[in-house]
């Protein structure tokens, strides 16, 4: 596998690199060009790189390593979960994101204090490691109401929706089709004419220690303010506000008869419906006899 790849650099007044976009990318075959020129100021650098397999498996060890992962996981040449990420935080400066791009943290503060005496035509948008998805990739066929709320490393396939509430990491993203107005976290996939509702959210591999990566099926719904820490299967439902972890404790109904067991004991599982019963509250999954269908006008975003 071949990978060669061309990008600007731009740097801080101490000759750091704050970000890098990569608008040309020639990866086993498939070939990304933006077309722009060289550099045309000091502050920025031509960078050119070269890459095989082993370089996706290697720990990142500098902000170029990251960036170019980053741009292959938007660009749809690597899935979610499928190079190595190790020492992306490590890596990644924390960068004031502006209007009028990436600047130095150590630098702001006189740039915002020209801009108030001068046009006052600087803001601040964040102070991140991540940039927006939408200043370096415009994903084909995609909607995306609040672009804020999708970092790049988001890996958003043709059709996909994000509503205003939701939110796309990196290294995590659609297979297909889907609906997303709730959270998907780091390393969480989500298998096409699937709904994440509004205020649901995923476990993701960043906090609390959770090294399981989370995997939504084909046409799944989660329910509004609903959560998940499991995989699911196709064709599952859970239903608004019920938060369902590994160790929740889940009455499973299978024909006649009723198991009580740990919902990590079911990860993966396909066909159930998720709810919890209002008289006892108790957890209980049983066959869902409903398969989710996407408004296909909703989802065609040419």
Same mark, same amino acid.
Request: hydrophobic share 35%; charged share 25%; proline share 3%.
């Given at each position: 596998m071949k990978i060669r790849c061309k990008g600007i650099a731009n740097k801080s007044a101490k000759d750091e690199v704050?970000?890098?976009?990569f608008y040309e990318i020639e990866f086993d075959g498939k070939q990304i060009s933006n077309g722009i020129g060289d550099p045309k100021n000091n502050s920025q650098e031509t960078i050119e790189l070269n890459w095989n397999q082993n370089d996706l498996d290697k720990e990142i060890g500098s902000v170029i390593d990251a960036y170019l992962k980053l741009h292959l996981l938007s660009n749809k040449c690597v899935l979610p979960n499928s190079i190595n990420l190790d020492g992306l935080f490590k890596n990644l400066p924390n960068v004031v994101w502006t209007n009028q791009g990436p600047v130095s943290i150590d630098e702001i503060e006189n740039k915002l204090n020209d801009s108030k005496v001068g046009q006052n035509n600087l803001y601040v948008r964040s102070v991140d490691k991540f940039p927006c998805l939408t200043d370096y990739i415009i994903p084909k066929n995609v909607r995306i109401a609040d672009a804020r709320r999708v970092r790049l490393g988001a890996y958003l396939s043709e059709g996909t929706t994000v509503m205003h509430e939701g939110f796309v990491n990196f290294n995590a993203g659609t297979l297909g089709p889907s609906m997303i107005e709730g959270r998907i976290s780091a390393g969480v996939t989500i298998g096409k004419n699937s709904d994440i509702g509004g205020g649901a959210s995923t476990m993701?591999? /960043?906090?609390?220690?959770?090294?399981?990566? =989370? !995997?939504? @099926?084909?046409?799944?719904? /989660?329910?509004?303010?609903?959560?998940?820490? =499991? !995989?699911? @299967?196709?064709n599952c439902t859970v239903e608004a506000g019920l938060y369902i972890t590994a160790g929740t404790k889940i009455t499973l109904l299978d024909g006649d008869?009723?198991?009580?067991?740990?919902?990590?004991?079911?990860?993966?599982?396909?066909n159930m419906l998720f709810l919890r019963e209002s008289t006892t509250g108790k957890v209980i999954a049983k066959p869902n006899k409903k398969i989710l269908n996407l408004n296909e006008e909703l989802h065609d975003n040419d």
């Amino acid at each position: 596998m071949k990978i060669r790849c061309k990008g600007i650099a731009n740097k801080s007044a101490k000759d750091e690199v704050l970000d890098i976009y990569f608008y040309e990318i020639e990866f086993d075959g498939k070939q990304i060009s933006n077309g722009i020129g060289d550099p045309k100021n000091n502050s920025q650098e031509t960078i050119e790189l070269n890459w095989n397999q082993n370089d996706l498996d290697k720990e990142i060890g500098s902000v170029i390593d990251a960036y170019l992962k980053l741009h292959l996981l938007s660009n749809k040449c690597v899935l979610p979960n499928s190079i190595n990420l190790d020492g992306l935080f490590k890596n990644l400066p924390n960068v004031v994101w502006t209007n009028q791009g990436p600047v130095s943290i150590d630098e702001i503060e006189n740039k915002l204090n020209d801009s108030k005496v001068g046009q006052n035509n600087l803001y601040v948008r964040s102070v991140d490691k991540f940039p927006c998805l939408t200043d370096y990739i415009i994903p084909k066929n995609v909607r995306i109401a609040d672009a804020r709320r999708v970092r790049l490393g988001a890996y958003l396939s043709e059709g996909t929706t994000v509503m205003h509430e939701g939110f796309v990491n990196f290294n995590a993203g659609t297979l297909g089709p889907s609906m997303i107005e709730g959270r998907i976290s780091a390393g969480v996939t989500i298998g096409k004419n699937s709904d994440i509702g509004g205020g649901a959210s995923t476990m993701g591999t /960043l906090s609390g220690g959770n090294e399981i990566k =989370i !995997s939504i @099926g084909e046409n799944c719904l /989660l329910g509004a303010n609903s959560g998940l820490g =499991i !995989s699911l @299967g196709d064709n599952c439902t859970v239903e608004a506000g019920l938060y369902i972890t590994a160790g929740t404790k889940i009455t499973l109904l299978d024909g006649d008869g009723s198991q009580l067991i740990k919902a990590s004991e079911i990860s993966g599982i396909k066909n159930m419906l998720f709810l919890r019963e209002s008289t006892t509250g108790k957890v209980i999954a049983k066959p869902n006899k409903k398969i989710l269908n996407l408004n296909e006008e909703l989802h065609d975003n040419d």
